[in-house]
């Protein structure tokens, strides 16, 4: 069975930063692409960012230079870390797994930043 557990959200200030964190079980961890998407209240889920098989990585452009995602291989999770948060980065943030028509996702964890 798949697993995909997210962990670190939280409330932030503006300009501050936050680290999530996706522990995955149950699929071969390093022949996935993991990635985040985002969920604001009364919005569309919208991609964020993901790194694939081999590392290399993509951004949308309203993250670029503020997220950095990575993943470590060894314990299966892989990390965002945000930094320069805005208030419109209030979401709840999903873990993704995807391989071929495959697809998992976690149940997400709210990241809200004040003003």
């Known amino acids: 069975q798949v697993h995909l557990v997210e962990s670190g959200g939280g409330l932030a200030q503006a300009g501050g930063s936050l680290r999530l964190s996706c522990a995955a079980s149950?699929?071969?961890?390093?022949?996935?692409?993991m990635g985040w998407y985002r969920q604001a209240s009364g919005k569309e889920r919208e991609w964020v960012e993901d790194?694939?098989?081999?590392?290399?990585?993509n951004y949308a452009a309203s993250v670029k230079g503020r997220f950095t995602i990575s993943r470590d291989n060894a314990t299966n999770t892989v990390l965002l870390q945000m930094n320069s948060l805005r208030p419109e980065y209030t979401a709840l943030y999903y873990c993704?797994?995807?391989?071929?028509?495959?697809?998992?996702w976690g149940q997400g964890t709210q990241v809200t930043v004040s003003s």
């Open positions: 149950g699929i071969t961890f390093s022949i996935y692409t």
């Open positions: 993704i797994a995807l391989f071929a028509s495959l697809s998992y």
């Open positions: 790194v694939r098989s081999g590392g290399s990585t």
